[in-house]
C-alpha cells in the first residue's frame, strides 16, 4: 500500500512544481493584462456614471451621461456614420476577398508573390497607407492628375464633398484590408478535401455551380470567421476617416470612436466618453450575437 501512493504523492508534488513553474511563466503576461486591459476596462465602467473631467472633482450622477449621448446632436450623426462605414465596409471587404482567393488558384503562376503582394498593405503601418491615399485624392494628386490627361476631366474634391468623403473611406479601407481574409480564404480553399470536390465534377458540377454548391458552403465556417472580424473591426473604425477626412467635411464622416475620443480628450469628457464606449460595445456584442445565432443557417461544419 505505502509503495503504491509514494509515487502518487510524487506525482502530485511533481504537478504542483510545474503548475508554479507555469504561473510563474505566464504572470508577467497576467499582470499587464490585469494593468492594462481589465483594470481600464472596470474603470470605464465605473467613469461612466460620474461626471469625470480630466482635472477637478468628480460627482456621481448615475445613468445621466447615458441619458446625455441620446441629447447629444454629435452623437446619433456618428452612431449613422459607423453604420453607413460597416454597410459599405464588410460585404466590399469580403466579396472582394473572395473573389481574389478564388481566382488565386493553384493554376495562376507565381500565385505565392501575388499573395505577398496583396497582404502588404496588412502590414504596413495604417498611419503611412492613409498618407499616401491622402495625397493621391487631393485635387493634386494622381486620380485628378490622371483623369486630367487622360480624359481631360476634373474630378470631385473627394475629401471635401459630403458624397464622396465616406466612399473613399470605404475603399481606402477596403485596399487596407483586403489581403488579411484573402488568406484565409485561400487557407480554407486549399483544406477543401479532394474526394468532395472530385465527386462534385463526375456528378457534373462545374464553373458557378461548383463555387456555389461545393466550394461556399465549404468554406463557409472561413467566412463567418472572417464576417466576424471584419465586422468588429468597422464598428471601431477611427484612424483612417481621422487623418482622411478628419471627420469632416462637416461631421460626415465621423464615426462613433471618433466622437468617443473627442469627447474624452478633446472637450475633457472623460464620464460621456465611458459611457459612449459601452454603447458601443453593446452594440458589437448584440450584432455578434445575432452572427452566431444565425450562423446554424449557413455555416456547415464537418463532423
Excluded: C
Excluded at 487596407?176 to 487557407?187: E, P
Aim: proline share 6%; aromatic share 12%; glycine share 8%.
Amino acid at each position: 500500500m505505502s509503495t503504491m501512493t509514494a509515487p502518487r504523492r510524487s506525482r502530485g508534488t511533481l504537478a504542483k512544481m510545474e503548475a508554479r513553474q507555469a504561473l510563474g511563466f505566464v504572470s508577467p503576461a497576467l499582470a499587464g493584462l490585469a494593468l492594462f486591459t481589465i483594470v481600464p476596462v472596470l474603470l470605464s465602467v465605473v467613469m461612466s456614471f460620474f461626471d469625470w473631467p480630466t482635472f477637478g472633482d468628480r460627482t456621481f450622477i448615475g445613468i445621466a451621461n447615458y441619458a446625455r449621448l441620446f441629447e447629444d446632436p454629435a452623437f446619433l450623426p456618428a452612431l449613422r456614420n459607423t453604420v453607413v462605414f460597416t454597410v459599405l465596409y464588410v460585404p466590399a471587404s469580403i466579396a472582394l476577398s473572395l473573389l481574389l482567393a478564388l481566382g488565386l488558384g493553384p493554376r495562376i503562376r507565381g500565385r505565392g508573390a501575388l499573395r505577398v503582394l496583396f497582404f502588404i498593405p496588412v502590414v504596413t503601418p495604417m498611419v503611412a497607407n492613409v498618407l499616401v491615399w491622402k495625397m493621391i485624392l487631393q485635387p493634386q494628386g494622381l486620380f485628378n492628375g490622371l483623369a486630367l490627361t487622360w480624359f481631360g476631366v476634373e474630378l470631385p474634391n473627394f475629401l471635401a464633398d459630403r458624397n464622396w468623403a465616406m466612399i473613399m473611406v470605404v475603399v481606402m479601407s477596403v485596399w487596407q484590408g483586403l489581403g488579411y481574409n484573402m488568406l484565409i480564404f485561400s487557407a480554407a480553399l486549399e483544406q477543401l478535401p479532394e474526394s468532395v470536390v472530385e465527386a462534385a465534377r463526375i456528378d457534373g458540377a462545374q464553373g458557378m455551380r461548383m463555387t456555389w454548391s461545393v466550394v461556399l458552403p465549404m468554406i463557409s465556417p472561413a467566412i463567418f470567421f472572417a464576417t466576424i472580424m471584419t465586422m468588429i473591426t468597422s464598428l471601431q473604425v477611427f484612424v483612417q476617416p481621422q487623418m482622411l477626412t478628419g471627420g469632416g467635411p462637416g461631421d460626415a464622416t465621423t464615426p462613433l470612436v471618433m466622437w468617443i475620443y473627442n469627447q474624452g480628450f478633446k472637450y475633457q469628457e472623460l464620464g460621456l466618453a465611458a459611457a459612449g464606449a459601452w454603447i458601443l460595445f453593446a452594440i458589437i456584442i448584440a450584432i455578434t450575437a445575432v452572427q452566431f445565432g444565425a450562423q446554424r443557417k449557413w455555416v456547415h461544419y464537418e463532423h
